[in-house]
């Protein structure tokens, strides 16, 4: 189950990084390797590894990522430094989803309901010291987080209602003003170009959809796996759209139809995104 793309192209080699949830992996993929996988880094952690970002640690430089019910620091080989914040979720069935640094360097993630649903889950702001806020409650699918290109809006996903939000985002991480963005499809993961259009992913949908920054939609791609999942731009001038996908949830039927779902895709656009905010913690 593909998901949290994230490009790495700073200092080493430069790597579209994102991880397996339910296998508790996180994949470094390099431009120009074996399309099966078989020259990937990877790292193992505690499953489900839900989401993760690139973080700034005591001027080191490692991953946060959201587990089950909490957040940790790691290094960059995947050894645990600190859990940041445990959060309890409300009742069984929920865990960690989406996950996003905001342009302030905290850590929003959110929450899903696995077996329904039902608005029982949250957004959460996670900040270098370990505050823990909600931004969001009554939410059953937590996906699809992005801001504007001034950081002064948020978009949020919750998938079960087929919905994108946007509300006013302040320097201090408030939301106000919620309103819909878009509606009406099971959206997923959510990036923004240099243009300030979106680039999102339908799960269910089996396609990634270009929407201008009134959530008008442009234009969509067909891909050959149903269960897109996650959507962020790479490579040298950050004009690819590597897009990633699951094979959860298929029968073996659909798995028969879409032998593909599960890869990870790449789209070459005529934009550019952006080099996403690390995480900052002084150790």
Request: glycine share 14%; hydrophobic share 40%; charged share 20%.
């Amino acid at each position: 189950m593909g998901e949290s793309l994230i490009w790495d192209g700073e200092g080493g080699a430069p790597a579209m990084l994102w991880c397996d949830i339910t296998a508790g992996l996180i994949h470094r993929s390099a431009p120009g390797m074996p399309t099966d996988g078989s020259a990937d880094d990877t790292i193992t952690l505690t499953p489900p590894v839900a989401s993760f970002s690139l973080a700034e640690i005591g001027g080191c430089s490692g991953f946060i990522v959201s587990l089950e019910d909490r957040v940790v620091l790691t290094d960059v080989s995947g050894r645990l430094i600190r859990t940041v914040a445990e959060i309890p979720h409300s009742r069984v069935g929920l865990r960690f989803n989406e996950g996003k640094v905001d342009p302030a360097g905290r850590w929003i993630t959110g929450s899903m309901n696995l077996f329904s649903g039902d608005p029982v889950g949250a957004f959460y702001s996670v900040s270098g010291d370990g505050d823990v806020r909600v931004l969001r409650g009554g939410i059953g699918v937590a996906n699809g987080l992005e801001w504007s290109l001034d950081g002064r809006r948020i978009f949020f996903t919750d998938t079960s209602v087929g919905t994108i939000y946007t509300g006013a985002y302040s320097a201090d991480g408030d939301i106000t003003d919620v309103d819909v963005f878009i509606h009406g499809a099971p959206h997923d993961g959510l990036t923004i170009d240099t243009d300030g259009n979106f680039w999102g992913a339908l799960y269910g949908g089996g396609k990634v959809v270009h929407y201008d920054s009134n959530g008008t939609e442009l234009f969509a791609i067909d891909l050959p796996a149903p269960n897109v999942t996650s959507v962020a731009f790479g490579g040298a001038d950050l004009s690819t759209l590597y897009v990633t996908s699951a094979r959860e949830n298929l029968t073996q039927a659909q798995l028969e139809e879409y032998p593909l779902s599960g890869a990870v895709f790449t789209i070459q656009t005529d934009v550019q995104g952006r080099q996403p905010t690390s995480f900052f913690t002084h150790g």
